[in-house]
């Protein structure tokens, strides 16, 4: 555990460079209901499987540019031309299963929301809409897969999503808060996210959030999946059909 001036406390992993401090502290661990946000983190972590998760924070923005935003309606009427147009794209992981992954788990996405009306209601109604917390006094006793995310796992892969093994759930369930595995030392841990202090370039010596994440926080971001396809102006389902 590391104190920095601005005397917070915080997992030892978040310092490893100033994206990843960010994360730490503004989106990790934060129980999510956007339905858009929960599933753009489950493609992330599916993206990121093999690679290093600064890799990702670092493409961000230009993964959410090149993927619609991870609108679940869009990408799942993704053609062959817009796949190739991705692969040749260095804003995203050019991995040709990984682009087809985001397009199957969109179509998925569908069908999970035809059985469960969210991702929302269907993530959190393994938890009883309660976040586990966890007790670990170090980094190194957080498990990389658990009962819960190997039960998750093989349901999301019975309703069709791919890149959705144990190791893969269980970050993702770390991420959107449905697991809080802050370590019990970690200021994060009980912090009430809408009153923290923005964290600032202090904490680090250099500063590039332009790519960070944003707009986790802001009001009114809720989606459901009725309201995702009144986003982009098409019937809910019009693209899940058959
Ligand atoms: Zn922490």
Do not use: M
């Given at each position: 555990m590391i104190s920095t001036k601005d005397g917070l406390l915080r997992c030892?992993?978040?310092?490893?460079?100033e994206l990843t401090l960010r994360y730490h502290d503004d989106e990790w661990g934060v129980p999510s209901h956007d339905d858009q946000h929960l599933f753009m983190m489950l493609i992330l972590e599916g993206q990121q499987a093999g690679l290093s998760w600064h890799g990702i924070l670092k493409k961000m923005s230009t993964m959410r540019a090149a993927y619609n935003d991870f609108n679940p309606q869009i990408l799942a009427a993704y053609d062959s031309e817009k796949v190739a147009e991705l692969l040749n794209?260095?804003?995203?992981?050019?991995n040709r299963l990984k682009v087809k992954a985001a397009i199957t788990n969109a179509q998925a996405y569908g069908h999970l929301c035809d059985r469960h009306g969210s991702l929302d209601s269907y993530l959190w109604s393994f938890v009883d809409g309660e976040p586990i917390v966890g007790n670990w006094e170090?980094?190194?006793?957080?498990?990389?897969?658990?009962p819960l995310s190997d039960t998750i796992s093989r349901d999301l892969k019975r309703i069709g999503f791919t890149f959705v093994g144990p190791t893969i759930v269980y970050s993702y369930l770390q991420a959107v808060g449905v697991?809080?595995?802050?370590?019990?030392?970690?200021?994060?841990?009980?912090?009430n996210r809408d009153s923290l202090p923005t964290s600032e370039?202090?904490?680090?010596?250099?500063?590039?959030?332009?790519a960070a994440p944003s707009?986790?926080?802001?009001?009114?971001?809720e989606k459901d999946c009725e309201s995702l396809g009144e986003v982009v102006g098409i019937e809910y389902g019009a693209h899940f059909a058959g």
């Open positions: 030892p992993w978040a310092y490893s460079d794209d260095p804003g995203v992981i050019r170090t980094q190194d006793q957080i498990p990389s897969t658990t697991i809080n595995d802050h370590v019990n030392a970690c200021s994060f841990k009980d912090i370039t202090e904490i680090l010596p250099t500063a590039d959030d332009t707009g986790r926080h802001d009001s009114g971001g």
